[in-house]
């Protein structure tokens, strides 16, 4: 499931109650509006990302030319994900709660999230290895058989050229029949 949410959804768990935005979200919270979002109906997926902006300031032009096109390179590339019954009665759950406990040394904290529904806003901060930081939002749409979410990603790190990276991909998700 989380595969599946993380390309179709892209971390689709990122949504508050109705605090304040700069107060960090719980662990409770986030989950608690998660499970407000409509639950995938299993079966299989074929899911696809689009990068539409991507930027690293700070490079010579030449170098970000390159860059520009390595990541243009993964336009349009399907992956398909067999979602369970299982999964799918879970929702995003394990998502959100990967994500907040930290998964292959990445862990996240939600500064707002809002689900309703079919819809997603959310926005949240995660580290990692290396000194990484990074800053998303999501902005999207789910339904049973199908989620199209928009993420914006500011990341920071020692190992990136000029220190910063930005970009912004599109992942489309569809149910296109049952796992095999």
Do not use: W
């Given at each position: 499931?989380?595969?599946?949410?993380?390309?179709?959804?892209?971390?689709?768990?990122?949504?508050?109650?109705?605090?304040?935005?700069?107060?960090?979200?719980?662990?409770?919270?986030?989950?608690?509006?998660?499970?407000?979002?409509?639950?995938?109906?299993?079966?299989?997926?074929?899911?696809?990302?689009?990068?539409?902006?991507?930027?690293?300031p700070g490079i010579p032009p030449e170098q970000?030319?390159?860059?520009?096109?390595?990541?243009?390179?993964?336009?349009?590339?399907?992956?398909?994900?067999?979602?369970?019954?299982?999964?799918?009665?879970?929702?995003?759950?394990?998502?959100?709660?990967?994500?907040?406990?930290?998964?292959?040394?990445?862990?996240?904290?939600?500064?707002?999230?809002e689900a309703d529904g079919s819809?997603?806003?959310?926005?949240?901060?995660?580290?990692?290895?290396?000194?990484?930081?990074?800053?998303?939002?999501?902005?999207?749409?789910?339904?049973?058989?199908?989620?199209?979410?928009?993420?914006?990603?500011?990341?920071?790190?020692?190992?990136?050229?000029?220190?910063?990276?930005?970009?912004?991909?599109?992942?489309?998700?569809?149910?296109?029949?049952?796992?095999?």
């Open positions: 499931m989380r595969a599946f949410v993380m390309i179709a959804g892209g971390a689709l768990a990122l949504a508050a109650c109705s605090s304040e935005p700069d107060e960090p979200k719980t662990a409770e919270e986030v989950i608690a509006a998660a499970d407000k979002l409509t639950k995938p109906r299993p079966g299989l997926y074929r899911s696809t990302a689009e990068i539409v902006e991507f930027d690293i970000a030319a390159r860059m520009r096109e390595m990541a243009a390179g993964l336009r349009g590339e399907e992956h398909t994900q067999c979602v369970t019954r299982e999964q799918a009665d879970e929702g995003f759950r394990r998502v959100v709660r990967d994500l907040g406990e930290g998964d292959r040394g990445v862990s996240c904290d939600f500064s707002s999230f819809d997603l806003d959310a926005a949240l901060t995660c580290t990692g290895p290396g000194g990484v930081n990074a800053q998303m939002t999501i902005d999207g749409t789910v339904a049973p058989e199908s989620s199209r979410m928009r993420m914006e990603i500011r990341q920071e790190a020692a190992a990136i050229p000029g220190g910063e990276m930005r970009m912004t991909m599109e992942v489309e998700s569809e149910r296109v029949g049952d796992c095999p």
